[in-house]
């Protein structure tokens, strides 16, 4: 099972980019998940830094959710908790994170990748930056994201991308409905205006920085609980023989 991979860049301007990657278009599996959470949290107590971009490698896909591979591989509920969970470390480590995170959503985006997404405090895509909840077609959920997708979209549109699985949203009804901030035709485009915007951002007052970050975020300290309990949502139902047969469909 492919590990993936995560490099940080700090430089001279106090902004951070942390760089994830996989060859199964940039997918999840739970170390990788940890050392994210791990990441954010370290960045996030260190004086040096102002701004944290959030980005991925290539130009592909930016996120396509949870690791298949890893999903077939949970023979158990502790397990599947345990997976899930990843998800709801990494979301309740950028929410609690006392620097803004800039997403830099360049491709398209699945399940965990959209809730990777909704974390983050701003964000520049695409045209190409299409978004889709496919979970409940190999019999799961978005639960452990549904929060701060909701956060983000409203309930109206988080049903409405749930229900219709295989259906992709455009970068326009992701910007429209609030989950991308900016859209740009290129992924230069996108880079312009992202060096330009956290440039200026870095050079504000960081300790206002850091309380608006409070800001943004009131209200979510239940969280810290909540996420996990719909953890153990995901891990139980991962184990159905509806989700192990579709699991084996989508792969092939």
Same mark, same amino acid.
């Given at each position: 099972m492919?590990?993936?991979?995560?490099?940080i860049i700090?430089?001279?301007? =106090?902004?951070?980019?942390?760089c994830?990657?996989?060859?199964?278009?940039n997918?999840?599996?739970?170390?990788?998940?940890?050392? $994210?959470?791990?990441e954010?949290?370290?960045?996030?107590?260190?004086?040096?830094?102002?701004v944290?971009?959030?980005k991925?490698?290539?130009t592909?896909?930016?996120?396509?959710?949870?690791?298949?591979?890893?999903?077939l591989?949970i023979?158990?509920?502790?397990?599947?908790?345990?997976?899930?969970?990843?998800?709801?470390?990494?979301?309740?480590a950028?929410r609690?994170?006392?620097?803004?995170?800039?997403?830099?959503?360049?491709?398209?985006?699945?399940?965990?990748?959209?809730? $990777?997404?909704a974390?983050?405090?701003?964000?520049?895509?695409? %045209?190409?930056?299409?978004?889709?909840?496919?979970?409940?077609a190999?019999?799961?959920?978005?639960?452990v994201i549904?929060?701060?997708?909701?956060? =983000?979209?409203?309930?109206?549109a988080f049903t409405?991308?749930t229900?219709?699985?295989?259906?992709w949203?455009?970068?326009?009804?992701?910007?429209?409905?609030?989950?991308?901030?900016?859209?740009?035709?290129?992924?230069?485009?996108?880079?312009e205006n $992202?060096r330009?915007?956290?440039?200026?951002?870095?050079?504000? %007052?960081?300790?206002?920085?850091v309380?608006?970050?409070?800001?943004?975020?009131?209200?979510? %300290?239940?969280w810290?609980?909540?996420?996990?309990?719909?953890?153990?949502?995901?891990?139980?139902?991962?184990?159905? %023989?509806?989700? =192990?047969?579709a699991?084996? =469909?989508f792969?092939?």
């Amino acid at each position: 099972m492919e590990l993936g991979n995560l490099s940080i860049i700090i430089d001279e301007n =106090k902004i951070a980019t942390v760089c994830f990657s996989h060859p199964a278009s940039n997918s999840f599996p739970s170390n990788l998940l940890q050392k $994210l959470t791990s990441e954010i949290n370290y960045l996030s107590s260190l004086d040096t830094v102002s701004v944290i971009i959030l980005k991925s490698e290539g130009t592909g896909a930016f996120c396509a959710g949870a690791s298949f591979d890893e999903l077939l591989s949970i023979s158990n509920e502790k397990d599947g908790n345990l997976f899930f969970s990843g998800f709801a470390n990494v979301i309740n480590a950028m929410r609690k994170c006392t620097k803004p995170i800039i997403g830099r959503i360049h491709g398209k985006a699945v399940g965990g990748g959209v809730g $990777l997404a909704a974390a983050c405090d701003h964000t520049f895509a695409t %045209n190409n930056s299409a978004i889709k909840l496919s979970e409940i077609a190999i019999g799961i959920g978005p639960f452990v994201i549904e929060p701060a997708v909701s956060r =983000k979209i409203g309930k109206t549109a988080f049903t409405e991308m749930t229900l219709t699985p295989t259906l992709w949203k455009t970068a326009q009804w992701a910007n429209e409905k609030g989950l991308f901030t900016e859209v740009f035709e290129t992924i230069e485009l996108l880079d312009e205006n $992202l060096r330009n915007f956290t440039l200026e951002l870095s050079s504000y %007052n960081p300790e206002a920085l850091v309380e608006m970050k409070k800001v943004f975020w009131e209200g979510t %300290n239940h969280w810290d609980s909540l996420l996990y309990e719909r953890a153990s949502i995901s891990g139980r139902l991962v184990l159905s %023989n509806f989700t =192990k047969q579709a699991l084996e =469909k989508f792969k092939k």
